[in-house]
């Protein structure tokens, strides 16, 4: 079974401190996704990264995919409460299979 | 901007009843999938649906069956409910395929009693 762990599973920071969650597998994906989900709503996505070593940036969230395509981490700096929510990594293997992970629940407490 | 719209949002249902979870989008997305999310664990892939007509089963499709008759629509249906399948199910589009991006319901929450 391809399993795809994140970590932390749940991280409480306050305001203006940075953050980095991790997304590990023992599978190579061909691309990797992450997205946030809030309470009652469906996951929104917030960036997908294809290459080896890739890092994207989206405002204060940095996204990296590791070299072997295998993990991929998501920093955030001076996270802020409207940063509180579900991040999910998802990585697509091929045809219709795209692992999920289980998740990091962030708050952020001003 | 309706996106993929999913009723109801919340059903209780007793062991061995049968419902349809409702399913529509309005991006005329070929793709359609449905997956459920249970606490703890990533979201698996009940169906989907590469276009009007063509449907396939997922990693979870057991208990469970859809229709594509439409391009809009994708309805998820339940035969003799099972308490396994308490869950939040989410009904998902995406235009350039299962790598693409998806875009997501609000979620259907289903308790089975």
């Known amino acids: 079974t391809q399993l795809l762990e994140q970590s932390p599973q749940f991280l409480s920071i306050q305001e203006g401190e940075n953050l980095t969650v991790y997304c590990n597998s023992s599978s190579v994906f061909s691309s990797l996704q992450w997205y946030r989900q809030e309470p009652g709503e469906g996951p929104v996505l917030l960036v997908t990264v294809v290459t080896g070593g890739e890092v994207k940036k989206l405002k204060r969230l940095t996204f990296q995919f590791g070299d072997a395509r295998k993990d991929s981490s998501l920093h955030i700096t001076a996270a802020q409460p409207g940063d509180t929510g579900l991040y999910l990594c998802?990585?697509?293997?091929?045809?219709?299979?795209?692992?999920f992970g289980a998740g990091t629940r962030l708050f952020v407490k001003a | 901007n309706a996106g993929v719209t999913q009723t109801p949002k919340f059903r209780i249902l007793k062991i061995g009843q049968s419902m349809t979870l409702q399913c529509t989008q309005d991006?005329?997305?070929?793709?359609m999938y449905w997956y459920r999310q249970d606490p703890g664990m990533g979201l698996k892939l009940i169906y989907y649906s590469v276009g009007a007509g063509i449907t396939d089963k997922g990693e979870v499709p057991n208990g469970y069956n859809v229709s594509r008759s439409t391009t809009e629509d994708f309805p998820l249906r339940l035969e003799l409910a099972a308490p396994s399948q308490t869950s939040v199910y989410f009904c998902?589009?995406?235009?350039?395929?299962?790598?693409?991006?998806?875009?997501f319901g609000q979620g259907t929450r289903l308790t089975v009693v």
């Open positions: 998802a990585g697509y293997t091929g045809g219709f299979k795209t692992i």
């Open positions: 991006m005329n997305h070929n793709y």
């Open positions: 998902a589009s995406s235009y350039l395929g299962p790598d693409g991006e998806a875009f």
